[in-house]
Structures are given as structure tokens and as C-alpha cells.
């Protein structure tokens, strides 16, 4: 005997109710629920899911700082961008020299006295001072952030520049000493031995500042974003969900060290939670007898550092590509090339003062070959 199926759902429909007619399925209700599942896939990724680009620029730590966020939909690009903002604006009253009430300011009014106190709101100086005494230390002191106890005498303002005096050079020169500045965590406190000694963190603070914007966007939902402080660049993600050819990831060109029209022979970085930093000689700096005085100085000398004129530093953050940027600066082509082959994520492109190229060997091949024909590395 067949098992008769229960009517109960349609009693009023004649067809169903005969014993041992064959089921038919129900099409229209799966049909319908197909649609709107359907509908509302195409909805998430094409219209909520669909990414939305805005741009920024803001005049900022003593340059122009430029913000690009690309987030799905639903994110306020807008809001993201500010809040990435304020992160640059409050590292830069931290570390301000020109601000008289910065923490820098301050620790420098205090120098060779006690230490000085850091706040809950001034914790991340802790994080850059000790990042700069690490940066030092690798560098055997080419960084140095106590660079500034002579610094302070250069004024590399074209409009009103500075050379300090041999007297002045040699009356403040053994005060350079990164040494000095010691952080303690457990007292929460930043001492600046060695009455006189100063410091000027210009060298890494853009790095860092660019950091905690890239923290911000990437904790509140950004699916991709560049964050460019007048040549310290971080890459969060990439620009487009496109695929092949890495036609997503963001592409940067580097200025031509020497002329601010052109990009430098072809060489274009793709690159993806990255950061790419340029130290050049051209960005602060003045000519005197047809002499040009840039804001790098060699903590040996007191006097700019000679023999490059422009070094790019790929990294895992802006902060550290920063201070080796300077580092290297300071240290030369040479030195720095070996430096950058034993630290793992680090690449440079070195710009001698000759114009010659010289790259480090994880720099894609591709980028060398085509771009590069004067790469002497
Ligand atoms: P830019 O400001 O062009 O991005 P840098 O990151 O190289 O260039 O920073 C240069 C700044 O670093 C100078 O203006 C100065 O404040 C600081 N500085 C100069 N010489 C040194 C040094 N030897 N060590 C640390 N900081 C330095
Ligand atoms: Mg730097």
C-alpha cells in the first residue's frame, strides 16, 4: 500500500486529494527565496561591500601630509581620515622642537637635571626614544637624536639660513651622545643627561606618526590606505580588490633627487603593508658659495653628511624606515648596503652624490632590469 501523503495544506485544492496523485514540488516559494538570497549576495559585494576612496591633505610636521583611505561602504571614509589625523596632530605636540610646552621641549629645558615624568597621554614617547636608541645602536650612532646639542646652531630655513661657528660647533659637539637619554618604564620617566645635551627627534618622528594613522585605520575598518608625510609613506593593504598583475597593490615613484618635476628613472615600488621612506638633501637646505648645506647632520662633525644625496628605506614600519633613512644617510652607500642585507624586511636605494644607483638584493628584480639601467647595484 502506498503511504498517502498528508493534505491538510491544501484541503481545498481537488487535484491534491486524490490518494495516489504523484507530489509536485512546491517551485515558486524555492524560486522566490533563490531571488532574494541572490539579490542580497549581489548586495553585499557590490553595493555594501563595494569600496569607497577619499583623500586628504593636510600642511602637518613641518610638511604636507596626505591621507587616502579606501574602505567598503558602510565605513566613513571621512571620519576614518580624521581620526588618522589627529593621531599625526597629537605625536606631533609630543615631539615638536618649535611647540615650548612639547614633552621635547620640556625634557630639553631640564637637560643634565632629573628625570622627567611621562604621562599616560605622553606614553608614546617611551616607544619612539627607545625605537631611536635602538636605531643607534645598529648604526653605531650614524642616528642620533642628541644630534640637535649642534643642530640647534643650523637653520636650514632658506629664508632665514644659519651656519653655526667652528666655536660653536666645538663647544657643543661631545654633547652628542644618544647615550644619554635614558627611558625607564617602571618610573615612567625620561632622563636627558649632561647639562647642555639636546634633542630633536625630526629624524624619526614623521616615521612614527605615520605608524599610529595606519594603527588607526586599519583597527577601525579601512580595507586599504596610504598615509604620505612629505616622502614617509606607509602602504596598508591595497588600493583595489582588482587581482593579477598586482594591479591592487599601491605603486609608488620616487621624487628625482634633483629635480622636483621628474620621478627618478622609472623606479616604482608595488608595494603592501609596507613602508617606504626618502631622507633627501634637497628636501631642507641651503646653498652658500655654491656649498649646499642640508639638515643631516653627522653626529662626528656637527656639518651635514656628504656623499648622498638621496636614500629610500622599504620596512615593516615608517619609524624604522625613518631613522635608518637618516642613519643611512649618514653612513654612506657602502656601509648602509651591508647593513640593509643582514636586517630581514629592510631594502634601500642608495642616490650618490654622482648620481649613481645603488639597490639592495630584495629589491624585485623586475624594478632593476627595466627601470634601473644605471643601477650600479
Ligand atoms: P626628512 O625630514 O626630509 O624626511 P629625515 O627623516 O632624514 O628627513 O630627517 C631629517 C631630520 O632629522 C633633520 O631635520 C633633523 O631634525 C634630524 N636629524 C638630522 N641629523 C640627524 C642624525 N644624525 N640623527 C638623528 N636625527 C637627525
Ligand atoms: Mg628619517
Known sequence: MTRRRPTALRPSHPLRSEPDAPARPRRAPVIFMLAVGGFYLWWCFHVRGALVTASEQFPMMGTVVTITVVAPRPVDVNALIEGARDEIDRIERLCSAYKPDSFVSRLND?????????????????????????????TDGAFDVTFASVGRFWDFDPAHPRLPTQEEIAGAIDKIDYRRVTTDRLTSTVLLAGEGTRIGLGGIAKGYAVDKAIA?????GAYGALVNAGGDIYALGRKSKDEGSQAGSWRIALQHPRDKTRFMPGV???????????????ERSFVVDGKRYHHIIDPRTGMPATGLISVTVVARTACFADGLATAFFVMGAEKGLKLTER????EAIFVTDAEEIIISSGIPKEVRE???KSSGG
Do not use: C, F, Q
Open 343 to 346: 636586517l630581514p624586511g629592510v
Open 370 to 372: 627595466v627601470d634601473l
Open 268 to 282: 616604482r615600488l608595488e608595494i603592501e603593508d609596507a613602508a617606504v621612506v626618502t631622507s633627501g638633501d634637497y
Open 110 to 138: 631640564r637637560s643634565g637635571a632629573s628625570p622627567l615624568h611621562v604621562t599616560r597621554e605622553e606614553w608614546d614617547i617611551l616607544e619612539i626614544l627607545e625605537e631611536a636608541r635602538m636605531i643607534s645602536k645598529i
Open 216 to 220: 588607526h585605520l586599519r583597527a577601525n
